[in-house]
């Protein structure tokens, strides 16, 4: 498989763009090699700009959930292209994406749609801040809200310390105000709230992460957030912006039912275009301008073709029976990788939850960061690779889930199970 022309636009990028990638997640620095450039997708597939065509588990690292251009996404954002791309002021649009969030999403009573998932974040935060009057807020180790300032940390010296810069160009005082836990750990969350509960504004967490690989929070784990932020006045948020209309169409809180006071959402509801959204109680999200103080603004905040496009998306989903076929295939591709890794003697665990998943190399299953990063990454970018080179595009990273989309055939999973057989054979030796 040649990708001469992927090579020639990768040095071009790189004299034009940092690294020659506008995302570290596209550098394909934990796999070496050279990121692949694609030219279009179509269902499952991909198509590089050599020709390559590959089986996409990407899905632009979540949204594409009907696959590419699905015609109820495309005809959607033909008929809005049409009258226009964008207004700066109010639409109806905006208003019926809102109330499909609502419908859907057990704790949301109001919304306010932004541009990312980093936005959503960055703006629940504040909101939490404004509400309680408080300043700290509780992360958890390996769950990743974008590039907020306040929380690209690392944790301190103990799971109760406040954390540190991650990153340069963020300062000591940004992350002063922020914890740092171990994931699925009840009792270091308790321990933090006895230590600092009055100076709380909240939890945020990943009900499912997804940035280091997926792995699910225990019933246990977020039932004890949820009681702990109530009984010291401390708001929730759940970041449901991978996991939202993915693993479920009211997102991993209602699988869980767990009600938090704050969500965060993103990918699936722009229906593949930029957006992003937060809302929660109403007495709570009126805390916004221009009802209340806390300050949030965005010139392009529902965007008429993000929002025509994540109609027609969540639309598909509600009326269509897509979540018994996403955990169908999903459930034969996981329990067919457990299969082949085992017949070829490779130590994995395979992590699900609906229509994401991660195949770790690793023995253990994985609960959190300081298991997961304990997975083989060097074997990983073997089986990468070997995947790549049979035609099916994987996240290029151990530390990422891929995704299944209801485009994705039986035949489809099929070939990819035979595939990562061939590889996991030759993996096993290294």
Request: charged letters at 15%; aromatic letters at 10%; proline letters at 12%.
């Given at each position: 498989m040649t990708r001469e022309s992927s090579h020639r636009a990768f040095e071009r990028a790189k004299r034009l763009i940092p690294g020659g990638v506008n995302s570290p997640a596209r550098a394909?620095?934990?796999?070496g090699g050279e990121p692949i450039f694609f030219r279009r997708g179509e269902g499952a597939w991909l198509v590089d700009v050599d020709g390559n065509r590959y089986l996409d588990y990407v899905g632009s690292w979540g949204p594409m959930i009907l696959g590419h251009r699905?015609?109820?996404v495309v005809a959607a954002l033909e008929e809005a292209i049409s009258r226009g791309t964008s207004f700066g002021?109010?639409?109806?649009?905006?208003?019926?994406?809102a109330e499909l969030v609502i419908q859907a999403v057990p704790s949301i009573e109001k919304v306010r749609l932004v541009n990312s998932g980093t936005e959503a974040t960055m703006s629940a935060i504040r909101l939490a801040r404004g509400h309680t009057g408080r300043d700290v807020i509780v992360k958890f180790a390996g769950n990743y809200h974008g590039h907020v300032d306040s929380l690209l940390v690392a944790a301190g010296s103990s799971a109760a310390?406040?954390?540190v810069p991650d990153s340069p160009g963020v300062t000591a005082g940004t992350s002063r105000d922020t914890l740092v836990l171990g994931?699925?750990?009840?009792a270091g969350l308790a321990e933090a709230f006895r230590r600092h509960g009055e100076r709380i504004a909240a939890?945020?967490?990943?009900?499912v992460v997804g940035n280091m690989g997926c792995v699910a929070g225990t019933p246990e784990f977020l039932q004890a957030a949820r009681e702990v932020t109530a009984r010291h006045g401390a708001l929730l948020i759940f970041d449901e912006v991978m996991t939202g209309?993915?693993?479920?169409?009211?997102?991993?809180?209602?699988l869980y039912g767990i009600t938090p006071d704050l969500t965060t959402l993103g990918k699936i509801i722009g229906g593949g275009l930029p957006v992003g959204a937060y809302g929660g109680r109403a007495e709570i999200m009126d805390a916004m301008l221009p009802v209340g103080r806390v300050f949030q603004a965005g010139t392009l905040s529902g965007n008429p073709l993000a929002t025509a496009a994540g109609i027609a998306t969540l639309k598909v989903l509600r009326d269509g029976d897509a979540y018994a076929e996403l955990e169908r295939r999903s459930s034969r591709l996981a329990s067919g990788l457990a299969a082949s890794a085992a017949a070829s003697g490779v130590p994995v665990h395979v992590a699900r939850c609906g229509s994401m998943m991660t195949l770790f190399f690793n023995a253990e299953p994985v609960t959190d960061w300081e298991t997961a990063r304990r997975s083989d990454t060097k074997r990983y970018a073997a089986y990468f690779w070997g995947m790549v080179e049979r035609g099916i595009y994987?996240?290029?990273s151990q530390y990422e889930a891929l995704f299944v989309s209801t485009a994705h055939a039986d035949d489809d999973i099929e070939r990819t199970l035979a595939a990562a057989g061939e590889v996991l054979a030759g993996v096993g030796g290294l």
């Open positions: 394909f620095g934990a796999v699905h015609p109820a002021a109010p639409t109806e649009a905006e208003s019926e994406l310390t406040l954390a994931y699925n750990d009840p939890v945020i967490c990943e009900p209309f993915r693993v479920a169409y009211g997102g991993a809180q209602s994987l996240p290029c």
